[in-house]
């Protein structure tokens, strides 16, 4: 069987880059074409000097996807732009997955109630699998539209799920405490994002208005058909990549440690990104790859359960999610092209 | 009126040090004393090479504070050796500020209980004075033994008092989510906090058992009268110093951000080291001072109250709050010799 | 005696920020403006919220020095915008101190082939008076104009100053490797200074052309009579705050490390910010004050002489050095207000 | 063919977990043992948790290489340590890679005066070759015991060696400023890895008597027949991998950038691992890989020619220059499973 031709909408970036670096050593994926219009006609090493002599070709103009015979396109690109491609694709043949936030929410309403920005393709929603695969693998397979999940609600919800499928959280009890590297925000220098104002520092952002609060709350209502009202807090870690959740919730019964992680074992079974742990994980557990790795702990004294789950916000947050869904998308094996092992220390 | 004489028992730590690069600018005391069992008869700049030209004087073990007409000591020693010294100076004639942990809880049973060590100095409970002097300054002013706060406590308990203090939550409620810098684990080299274990990485860790638990829960309880449940979980950051604590707490009462943070303003009054700020604060704003900022705000979608409080570990969290309970128990301004400004970046 | 009244002029960047701290517990100096021209009529405070409760004045456009009745003016301003307000500035009755480039090296030919950038106030250089207050003390005590080094400079002029003075080595032999945190490179935000463009990593940069080469070379030609030929190779280090130079040169005649060491003790007699070390400095050894450490070694196996420097360049590398000039212009004692104590760690 | 089987000795340092990483995904090699005298009994998982899914095999006393019919042993063992398990396996039918320092010198006298330390192997220098394939491959195609580079030296060698080949610089010229990560300095916790004393901070350490000085020259010396002097000066950069060698000579005769790189170019022809860079390469550029990147330019204002070299010190720098060396050993292609690339950021 030929390899997979494959388009990466959108080069200059770290999803971008990340995309290239899985792919390139994927053994059924071929990069056909990398986009970007900012800088089309340098060389993707241009961009990113790193993969000089690994990743030399040229860069092109979007249009180009017209002529490559594209199977699957990933957009990586800045929300509001994204859906302005995944509109001008939706007659071409190929699959697409976008890893912004365009298409996560449920609704068009939704979406621009939360990113106060009109939506400007609003068809696109009836078409779109959030995908996220330990949630929604089956609906993925057959989908022409992936909506990527937010790395946050990555971590968030791969800790939530088994707990929330169990019912055995009040789902109006839950606080996601999450901690993250500088790469979530961007490639794009900004005052925020200054060396000098991140290193050796520490903060909370976004409180109470986080866009990621709304992908986290929405999506467990329709996966498990709950009821949620999620507390949702993001903090500026000085490092770059990694997100760390601390989630806090009620029990709904009579719960014990060994019960919570039976809980997830069974609900995880075999899921390959998924590492349950017996103590709290670290970031660098999981640096450079596609796992989730989680402790769940129960506190008799207050009644609160707890939950630890980090990710690496490029891969399973961003580039490896993307391209495990194409995987399952293309009926192969979920991890291929994805088992690489952490980079410690 | 001669300055006071300060010895400080215990000098190769990170409080020890601080304490020095306090006093040594402080206008009213003297340092008198510098201990150490373990470097006696080298020089305080022999052990902190940094303090070349500013701190060369000898150190002597701790037996020498008998012969230098001592005003105060502060111990820097950590918890577990700290009563002996409490209970061998109990006859001398100076006041103690005790920097570890073996004062601050109410009774040697609770202390048994959560630091899993016997106490051999029982009598000692009932002369300690709790030292956080934005909640207990009257009786620090008349203390003979100030047990000197927690880094996390001191962090978590000035964001929670007014809200306990005004009735604003429910106290059985609270989960205080905070973040810390390395030096609150000191300075002996283990595995925990060797570079790149720590580097580009974070956790969680003391899920559930952390000692500074307690000692946040049983100060609510003992100054406000309250009988809160206190959720602690402690995560250590890539960087030197600073704690951040997110809390989150279930309002009591019909609640705005506007009528927290005047509950915050009529609290603190005219406290020097608190400062409430309009938005959330980061470490930095107060690295090297002895500032508690702190930021409170409602979420009415999930009703939870969120606050967000930053200090510097070694300063408001140690030696600077150890020098402000001395200008209390000497009658002096409370903010003397502690007013530096932050450095930043 | 009242205080002097002082202005500093550019108030966003990171050496205006530190002025202030600096200045605000200056016994003999009183901040009375403040200007910022993209901030004016904002609260200094706004700019750098750290400085909330310390330093909330109102910042004003350059033009109302004329109603200020100013002693001195700092100017914390880009290279090349600094010499307008110098000129500007000529006829008023106030002294500067320029924190700039634009009049550090000797003659406007020099300055224009170096900085690719015509001058435009070339009167100003023969009035302008070299700001190293080790090696030009007497000159700076009678200036009109202070040209504040730069910070690279600093570290490798102090670090050669008593080898080029006492010939003992090569003056076309010398290789500067310096490497320098981040805040070096200014507060504007930058792909060159994005947080995770500089974390975890490190490179070289400006190799043959740095501008701080020319400073470096002309200077020792100018105060030693000396033809020195200097190879300056500076570093990006993931850090804020520091330079360390290491410096390598040929000896001109037999020396050992003694006999060294002896040249520095002599050459710095009291200087009071010069600390020579008997092992290699750290950067925190001087985080956050104006020293200058040193250390100097010989090789017998290469026939190498190695000079270790340290500074804050935010500090003796800038605003530290500017108040010591200020001291030494206004016949006070050099190091008042300037004798903080290394923040470490 | 059947995969060959390798042997791991030493497993809890960070060179033992980069050899797991490396060769778990190695096509024609299988671990069959990983051993530690410390540790045995416990899983691999255990001592480093990241790889725990991947890498959960039982660690075995080094005494278990009897039983596995290995083909080829790494040794991740400190040196002194090292040589006694040569010596032990010299009648064993296996191959050997020597990851510590104890037989990369000419022989056992330099160790003895550099190492400070007798050897009790003498007879195993007559077999060892240096195992740095650039220079050596021909030999190291049919060794039995390879001695794999230092880190510092395989940055210096790889950037000084066509300028040695090529009689290009004055051997006697040599200065290399290098910059290292932590992880260089091991995995043991001890003062100067703590986090604390290498976060935001800089030093240089081991002037005029690093043992990596010992092993650039005589290495010089014996592949070039050349007789350098070199001056080599070790710094600690707060970051965990990757070495910057900033290198310093004086040409040999007229010399141009273009000349040079074409030096370089003819020099490493094909060479898998070696990037010529047409600017100053990062660490970042090659972090978690097995390049070399290398930048070469002159300076006509100084005549010194300078070079930059970055390599990743666990990777090219340690274990996969060990793997390298292994593929040249059993004949394989020379990057096999050594395709890796950049994880930056």
Redesign the interface.
Known sequence: MPKKKIAIIGATG?TG?ELV?IL??HPEADISLITSESRAGERFSDV???????ADQKLHKAEAVKDHDIDLAFLALPHGVSMKYVEQFANQNFKIVDLSGDFRLPDPETYESWYNKDHTYREGFAKAVYGLPELNAEKIKTAELVANPGCYPTSALLGLAPLVNGKLIDPASI?V?S?SG??GAG?K???V?????????????G??KHRHTIEIQTTLAGVFAAKP???F?P?L??????I?S?I?AKPAKDVSEELLMAAYGTFYGNAPFV?L?KQ?????????TNYC?IYC?F?E??R?I?V?SVIDNLVKGAAGQAVQNMNLMFGMEEDLGL?Q?????
């Open positions: 770290y880059s670096r390139t050593h990113h000097p790193f993969f000089q002599g690994i606080v405490d901690k500088v790469t490639v220098a900004k005052a994002n200054h060396f000098s104002t991140v290193n050796d520092n520490f903060k909370a952002y409180l109470k009202i999620v507390q807090t903090h870690l000085p490092l770059d990549r990694g760390l601390t806090y590492r742990r709290g994980p670290t970031l660098k557990d999981v640096r450079g790795d702990t506190d004294r207050t609160n707890i630890i088992r092992i952490p980079l410690a220390p």
